[in-house]
């Protein structure tokens, strides 16, 4: 599983990890595409250098949602399953982590409290995906449940302010939230590296980098072709000898650690969480960051995500209460006028203006090696 | 059944003679009470029916008949709401679809159902992927797409190919399972007669180099005539007749329910 069966003989590590990165279900499969995919992560690295120190620490929150935003593409973009309960995943290990690190002190309670927590959040979604998966749920049921699951979350936690609620250390605190929640940190005993500013922001830029690419090899594996064959026909899939119930439930599982990972990350931005990330806001935004991006593609919802929230910050700055309106209108347009998404939209813009230009020297279908890829 | 094999091409034949000879241990497919109610209608009612190896049956009858339950029932599509389903000797009844397609069936579907927004390339393999990796894998594809007559048209995305095509492609990716028993529900319906050809002689061809078993629903009786070694008609949910194309079309009462019937539409 994993290896493309092309000629693989032929080529060397490197042309198999090249091969492994490309393939029909991932945008972006030319030279081109990798030269400007460096230039903008040169840009990301040197980012500290020229930005103010606020607009980094910005970015790092925009890079932990784009870990949700990614679950979410995973699950619904590539599996077809329309889930409105990554922020519920995405919660779990934010509380799961503070918890954790606010009772074991020191760097090894916060790797404990990270490991803790992606794997409550993987726990939860597997246990909630056997249950609808197994249970014969599909389709928009799995989407209202699944929001359902989240509302009655929210519900819970908002009701957690008092004593009873202490976990140990750690206060759930109610609809205030849990305050006090410590950076990620390495070390042992004495931390030698601490993940805040700076070091988070670095630290959220590796996560989605190895992600991005981790998924691009996923999504053009034999397994990823499975999870598109289940987005696009449960039942051709499973008369074809694939466990669809499997695929989904694995995949739910997969993406609910990926949202928790991300929720972990956010919480050491602000050392805090409440019940308001698993708002009915909240769980719109994932949905609306992979629809406006680009579903089936990863470049598209984390385009999305860094633009539509350093959109909603500058709209909140400049028109204040405004700013939600302005921004919901913003989707509203482009989902309706590109409903496959942004990036797919402007590819196709793109190709349209090259066919129009009788423009034959385009290499979007070439791959580093120079052979054409469909 | 050997007077069912005139006409055909010799490996069909030996085929047939081997089955007539054939015990039990040749039963490929059984069914045995199957019984399928949807609320009040009963639209399978207490079906046995059996299926030998290497056999190509068609299974007639008029709209309504049971047909395509009985084909879900075998599937797993459906569960049968008594009865059971028995596949090479092992009882499937309680298997999910993908684990029975494992044991060696497959299906395409009536209404052809490839996957639209891939490639034609991408239809093949994923069949193909789940069997066999590397060299194997690319031999088989290239296999598959010459078989389906589409191999020019591999990288097409599988909604711009016509009908024709389109069953086609379908029943190269059921066939490229490597099944024993293969199940068409309705592959010529809306085909050109050249279409036709082409499907019968694909069915006919894969039935004597593969030696894979088929149960084929088909309303057209031309078709049904050209390929059948052996006919099951259903009426009603029910086990009509079974016989040798000639047996049925003698028959006055398959006349009546069936072929040109005037009392049934």
Redesign the interface.
Known sequence: MGVESDDTATRGPLGRLAAALHGPNTMGNSRRFWYLFGVVVLLFVFFPLYMLPSAVTNMSQYLSLVLLALSLAVVWGYTGVLSFGQVAFFGVAGYTYGIVAINVTGPLGTIAGLVVAVGIAALFAAILGYFMFYGGVSDVYVTILTLVVVLVLKTFLDQTAGDEWTIGEAALGGFNGMPGIPDLALGIGEPFLVFNDTVLFYAALLAVLVTYLGLRALLNSDYGRVMVAVREDEDRTEMLGYDVKRVKLTVFTFGGALAGLSGVLYVTYFNYISPSELSLTAASLPVIWVAVGGRKTLLGPIVATIFIERLGLFLSVNVGDWAFVINGLLLLVIVLLLPEGLLPGLRDLVSWIGDRRGDSDTDDTTDPTGEVIE | MSDTADGMDPAVKQTSAELATGVDTDTILQTEGLTKRFGGLTAIDDVDFGVEAGELRCLIGPNGAGKSTLLNLV?G?LSPSEGEVYFEGHEITGL???ER??HGL??K?QVP???????V??NV???I??LA???E??ERMADALSASGLSAKA?VTASALSHGEQQQLEIG??AS?DPDLLLLDEPVAGLSVDERTEIADRITQLNAERDIAFVVIEHDTDFVAEIADHITVLHQGETFREGSIEEIEADPEVQRIYLGGETDA
């Open positions: 599937t599509a999910d679809p993908h397609i494992r497959s299906i579907f159902s490839v996957y639209e927004d891939l490639t390339r991408e393999r994923l069949p992927q789940r990796a590397g060299s894998r690319d990288d990716m059921a399972l």
